[in-house]
Structure formats: C-alpha cells, structure tokens
C-alpha cells in the first residue's frame, strides 16, 4: 500500500463558526433539539419517568429528591474470613471490601506476582532481573527546522557521530502542523518510518540506547511533508556519545 494524501482538519477564527448538530443516522432530519435555557428535549411521554440501572438494580431517589447510597458489606455468597495458625493469623477473601487506613508501624500487605501463564513467581518461578549498566557520556540534543517544505517535498536533518565517539540513541522527534512521513537513517541504512495524523502530529521513536551509530556515520531524519500545502517541519535527535 502506498502513501496516501490526507485531508485538512476543521480550523474557526472565533467560537461560533460552526453550528454541529447531532441527528438520527437514518433521517437526518431529525435532529437533537435544544432550548433556549440550554436544556434538552427528552420527548417524555407526560407522567413518565427515567430509570438509571445497570440493568439489574435501579438508582433509588428518595422523597426529599437526595440518592441512596449502599456501602458494600462482606456478602456470604462470595466473601470468606479464614481464621487459622497458632499465631491466630487472620485471612480475609472479598469481592470488594472497604477497610481503615493501614498503618505502617501495625500493618503489612503480601502482593503475589505472576508469570504470563498465570503461575505465581516462587523459588520455584523466580522472578526474572535484568541489570543493565547506565552509560556515561556527553549528552546530545540535536534540533533542526525546515521552513516551507513544499507539498510531497522531502528535507534532511543530519548529524554526524564526532570523531572516536559512539552514539546511543535515546529517542527521535519529528512534528508539523500537518500529515508528515519520516524516516531514520544510520549511515545510509533505514533504521526505522514513521507517521503522524492531524490528531496526533508528533513522531517519537524511542530508541532506548538500542540503536547505535559509531564515529563519523551520519544520523539522518528524511522529512516528507504529506499534507496538501506546504508547511514547516521540526526533528530532534537525542543520545550519548560515549
């Protein structure tokens, strides 16, 4: 599939442009109606009433116009208090059970950890560690602008590994005002594309140190304005050269 042109997002100068009506999907003709006083017409038949449920249980209003609220309790179908040890060790299985706050100088809470299989990590499961040594160096921010790309034009940032220096990327932003494809290129490899969206205009690619580039190789976004007129364009690129 190839690239595609995209289409330009509503934009007003002031509130009130634009009128949004919200209609039936089938007669577009009938429309949601509002009143003056900002209320809306509910076509309720006259001594009716609305019901709010969750399709089991109904809101209940008292006389007064106030709500009913129900504090969950411990329910005997599906809550359970084991008591049992010779230390009287004390286990209480809930649904959804409301306590005090705990205290650190009386309380404790055990939280059990599992795998994708749903096994609990034990001696037996360990859980697994990864130590990964942080990496020292000389930081990187590299930015770059391009003003007035043209329509399917394409730009380029560069940078260029300093001498007996490695580079460990970090992360790659690319932003416009409109639809942008990018691509990011190690020493003239493709390394990773990108595209944004009117709703979402940033490209971020997290490159986590995974991607390395050694001395003197070029780091280059390839920018390529996709929207129907010419727009500017923005790229950063940060690291370490260690």
């Given at each position: 599939?190839a690239?595609?042109d ?10 009130g442009?634009?009128d ?8 577009s ?12 017409d ?10 709010i ?8 209003v ?5 709500i ?11 809550d ?11 286990t ?5 059970l409301?306590?005090?706050?705990l205290?650190?100088?009386t309380?404790s809470?055990?939280?059990?950890l ?5 096994v609990a ?16 160096g ?7 602008t391009?003003?007035a790309?043209a329509?399917?034009a394409?730009v380029?940032h ?5 001498a007996?220096?490695?580079f460990?990327g970090e ?16 020493n ?13 205009p ?11 580039a050694?001395?003197?190789e070029v780091i280059?976004?390839?920018?390529t304005?996709?929207?129907?007129q010419?727009q ?6 940060t690291g370490?050269?260690?």
């Open positions: 599939m690239d595609y995209s289409s330009l997002p509503v934009r007003t100068e002031s509130a442009d634009i949004v009506f919200i209609s039936d999907a089938t007669t003709t009938q429309k949601l109606k509002v009143n003056a006083d900002g209320s809306i509910t076509n309720q038949v006259a001594g009716s009433k609305i019901i449920t969750d399709g089991t249980d109904d809101l209940e008292n006389a007064d116009g106030s009913n609220v129900k504090q969950d309790k411990l329910a005997f179908a599906t359970t208090v084991d008591v049992s040890g010779s230390d009287v060790t004390a209480v299985t809930a649904v959804d409301d306590i005090r706050d205290s650190a100088s309380d809470v055990q939280a059990n599992f795998d994708e299989a749903g990590y034990s001696q037996a499961n360990p859980l697994p560690v990864e130590l990964t040594q942080d990496q020292s000389d930081e990187i921010v590299d930015f770059n391009s003003a790309v329509k399917d394409s380029n560069d940078y260029t590994v300093s007996g220096k490695t460990l992360e790659a932003w690319v932003s416009g005002s409109g639809k942008l494809k990018a691509e990011l290129l190690v003239g490899a493709i390394k990773w594309v990108g595209f944004n969206s009117t709703a979402n940033n490209i971020r690619i997290p490159l986590e140190k995974i991607m390395k050694n001395a003197t280059r976004f390839t920018i304005n996709r929207d129907k010419a500017d364009v923005y790229s950063t690129l370490l050269e260690i």
